[in-house]
């Protein structure tokens, strides 16, 4: 399942017993874990978790497009659908879905900043709240994906406009100016009212990605469309979303914390080593 979903986009979701909303086409599938003993979760880069809970008879099978199914349609109970693979679940005792709070990305209360799909958005809010930010010392990554900002940003987006914007995604919300957030918070609406009724991903600069496709998100190892550098990723966050970015390129304002020192040798093996040297072969 997670060959055939996670970092793809999806085109197609249907579960005829769902309890909560349904993702929609082209979010992408970033987690797909156990929990538990009998539960089997899928995680939305927009916050949407999938719970599937498994019974005796119940199995989640992953075919090619076009494929026959081994088992009968009437005991479908959730499918996923890409361009080139569905994951079938069948006989779950439940299907529900949820959005699961995380502390991290949304640290504050008050109330929801605009949702940036909608075309009459106040897009001088979300900088305003960008650039108020209570906790200074947040990354602008979290940020981004705080509902308190600005509703649509998922992880994919704020990959795609960190790039786009050529920040650190170990940057400080406190180290930005207010020409960085009017920057940050137009590139992100830009994205999201694209892909608002696009089921492929559209380009974060047209100038310098390819018609179709993202910039970092999915592109570990590749070559950076703007500087040819290797996309590189890390798990961030309490359920280890991928962060991807470019080190060549996006180095404005970078905060990462200095990689640790190698932990100096006990005094006893140092002395042991010295005289290890010493001795004659």
């Not at 909560?20 to 599938?29: C, F, H, K, T, Y």
């Not at 304002?253 to 004659?280: C, G, I, N, Q, V």
Request: net charge neutral; charged share 25%; proline share 10%.
């Amino acid at each position: 399942m997670r060959t055939a979903l996670v970092g793809h986009p999806m085109t197609h979701f249907d579960a005829p017993l769902l309890v909560g909303p349904a993702p929609q086409p082209g979010s992408m599938v970033e987690i797909v874990e156990p929990r538990g003993r009998n539960h089997l979760e899928v995680v939305w880069d927009d916050g949407i978790v999938l719970d599937t809970q498994l019974k005796s008879k119940s199995e989640w099978h992953v075919y090619r497009q076009g494929a026959p199914w081994r088992r009968s349609w009437d005991q479908l109970r959730a499918s996923i659908q890409t361009e080139d693979f569905v994951a079938v679940c069948f006989a779950a005792s439940h299907v529900e879905t949820y959005r699961s709070p995380d502390v991290s990305r949304h640290p504050i209360g008050g109330r929801p900043g605009p949702d940036l799909a909608d075309p009459h958005a106040d897009l001088a809010q979300a900088v305003a709240a960008l650039v108020g930010y209570p906790n200074a010392e947040a990354r602008v990554r979290d940020a981004l994906t705080d509902a308190h900002v600005m509703r649509g940003v998922g992880n994919v987006f704020r990959c795609e406009v960190l790039w786009g914007a050529a920040l650190s995604p170990w940057a400080h919300v406190g180290d930005i100016t207010h020409d960085d957030a009017v920057e940050l918070v137009a590139v992100a609406e830009r994205l999201v009212r694209a892909n608002r009724s696009s089921v492929r991903p559209l380009p974060t600069d047209p100038a310098r990605t390819p018609e179709t496709g993202l910039a970092v998100y999915g592109r570990t190892g590749q070559g950076c469309f703007r500087c040819h550098d290797s996309v590189e990723a890390v798990p961030v966050g309490q359920r280890g979303r991928m962060l991807y970015w470019c080190p060549g390129c996006q180095t404005r304002l970078d905060r990462r914390p200095p990689a640790p020192r190698p932990m100096d040798p006990h005094p006893a093996a140092a002395k042991y080593l010295s005289e290890l040297r010493r001795r004659p072969d």
